[in-house]
Every structure is written in C-alpha cells, then in structure tokens.
C-alpha cells in the first residue's frame, strides 16, 4: 500500500503522485470517483456504464450457414413429439 501527503490547490485541486497513480494503472482521463465518508474521502475508478443494445443492433448476430428457410417455413406450427420432453 502506498500513501503520499498532498495539498489542495487554490482552485480546489490535488494531485495524485505518478508513482500511485501507475501502481493503480490511472491513465489520463480515467473517470474517478470521489465519495465522502466519516473519515473523509475515498476515492475510485468509476465502473464502466453498461451498454444498452438495440435489437437492430444484434442484427447479423446469429448466423445461419444453411439453406434459406422462407418466411412460411418460418411461420409453420411446431409438432412435438411427447415422448421427446
């Protein structure tokens, strides 16, 4: 565990020490956050935004090698067979 002493600027600011900052793999522009508890502050990389996908967006996604099956094909009502399930 590393610590280091900082002072926070005229304009609010603090620096984090490269040598924390590498440890932590901090690159420019990592989005932090930052959160106040009974003893201060605690800070932390803020967890990636999950995506929401568009069904247009899945399109192509599941791939059919086959022969074409055509729109009736599709449509067909589906026979079981009891003895299967």
């Given at each position: 565990m590393l610590a280091a002493t900082?002072?926070?600027s005229?304009?609010?600011?603090?620096?984090?020490?490269k040598d924390i900052r590498d440890s932590?793999?901090?690159g420019v522009g990592?989005?932090?956050?930052l959160l106040t508890?009974?003893?201060?502050?605690?800070?932390?990389?803020?967890p990636p935004e999950k995506k929401k996908l568009s069904?247009?967006?899945l399109?192509?996604?599941l791939q059919h090698t086959g022969e074409p099956v055509s729109?009736?094909?599709?449509?067909?009502?589906?026979e079981y067979d009891n003895d299967r399930f």
């Open positions: 900082v002072k926070l005229s304009k609010g600011q603090v620096v984090i020490p932590l793999h901090w990592v989005e932090l956050v508890t009974e003893h201060g502050i605690m800070l932390s990389t803020k069904a247009k967006s399109r192509g996604f729109t009736k094909q599709l449509c067909k009502p589906v």
